[in-house]
């Protein structure tokens, strides 16, 4: 069974529109929630995580999340996308008891100017 | 500078030769992750260490084997059992600390390419 959903493979935005990549994950213990950034033929880094408190988690360059427990969701938003957001998208999930994340297959974000 | 390496970054292979992809981290971290990135499947896991000396299978392990003896590092060998091993391999660590082992950093990747 798929434990994360990334239901948008890409997503072409205009600069300075807003935009939300959308994460749905099925799991019936606690999760952690990833989100992880990749730009072309490099890994991945760290973009934002909730492990525990406040359900809306920031990142330092204006991305935001927010864990909805009810809709089992993670989505990734940000008010006004720039031209160098243009990247791969990755939410992952760890769950109590597993020794491992589990991924989605990825959103790419493009800007367009 | 903490981090990972992953070397070399690109690597060409005839069919049929066993390949090794090297993975080095001095984070300190106790768990070290294999995955394999092909377009629109997102990360796949080969196969994950928790501790030194010891290792487990993940979702695709066939035609890969791992070895753990330093812990430090955490080298893939892609053998001539792998029918399609013409892929991105992502190498990953994580710290054992209670829910930060849930939080994984990442190297900057091989691709392998074989004809």
């Known amino acids: ?113 | 500078d903490g981090g990972i390496t992953q070397s070399p970054k690109y690597l060409f292979r005839k069919e049929g030769q066993n390949v090794t992809l090297s993975c080095e981290q001095n984070l300190n971290h106790d768990a070290m992750y294999w995955y394999r990135q092909d377009p629109g499947q997102g990360l796949r896991l080969i196969y994950y260490s928790q501790i030194v000396n010891d290792f487990q299978k993940g979702d695709i392990a066939e035609g890969y084997s791992v070895s753990r003896e330093k812990k430090e590092s955490f080298p893939l060998t892609v053998t001539s059992a792998q029918k399609n091993p013409t892929a991105f391999y992502l190498c990953a660590s994580s710290s054992s600390t209670s829910l930060w082992s849930y939080e994984q950093y990442f190297g900057p990747g091989t691709r392998l390419t074989v004809t």
């Open chain 1, 1 to 113: 069974a798929q434990s994360v959903t990334q239901l948008d493979s890409q997503v072409p935005v205009f600069e300075e529109a807003p935009v939300e990549l959308r994460c749905n994950y099925s799991s019936s213990v606690s999760v952690y929630l990833f989100w992880y950034v990749q730009y072309p033929n490099q890994g991945l880094q760290l973009l934002l995580k909730y492990l525990s408190g406040s359900t809306l988690v920031e990142s330092i360059n204006g991305f935001e999340a927010e864990f909805n427990k009810s809709q089992t969701s993670f989505h990734l938003r940000k008010p006004s996308v720039h031209i160098s957001d243009t990247a791969e998208y990755f939410c992952a999930v760890g769950k109590t008891g597993a020794n491992n994340l589990f991924f989605g297959t990825g959103t790419r974000l493009t800007v367009i100017p």
